[in-house]
């Protein structure tokens, strides 16, 4: 059974920064091969692309609305994934899902196999 569990939930100001943690376990002693994206959700929106992480070569791919401002980072000896968040408006407002799957990487929530339960970062002044 593959979990994922997302820390960093905060509320920060605008301009601020913020970072969010996703660890993936799935009961092996070895680290595992996932593929691993960030995802929000804005209270009465639909589950948006954020950012995501291959397994192999570490490549990434970022939602237009925040790149140059958002960073993915991977340690797969750790099985975790990182978002590191600069430059927040409100709008980035929203519960953050970390996701992962160990074939495909995709701007779509279809695509990924699994779900954290989900972070709330609030931007407000």
């Known amino acids: 059974q593959v979990q994922l569990q997302e820390s960093g939930p905060g509320l920060v100001k605008p301009s601020q920064m913020l970072s969010l943690t996703c660890t993936v376990s799935?009961?092996?002693?070895?680290?595992?091969?996932?593929?691993g994206g960030w995802f929000r959700q804005a209270p009465g929106k639909e589950r948006d692309f954020v950012a995501a992480?291959?397994?192999?070569?570490?490549?990434?791919y970022y939602a237009d609305s925040v790149k140059g401002r958002f960073t993915i980072s991977r340690d797969n000896a750790k099985n975790t994934v990182y978002l590191q968040m600069n430059s927040l408006t409100p709008d980035d407002t929203a519960v953050y899902y970390c996701?992962?799957?160990?074939?495909?990487?995709?701007?779509?929530?279809?695509?990924?196999?699994?779900w954290g339960q989900g972070t709330q970062v609030t931007v407000s002044s």
């Open positions: 996701a992962a799957d160990s074939r495909r990487v995709g701007g779509t929530p279809g695509v990924w196999d699994y």
């Open positions: 799935d009961g092996s002693i070895t680290p595992s091969r996932y593929n």
């Open positions: 992480i291959s397994w192999s070569q570490g490549s990434t």
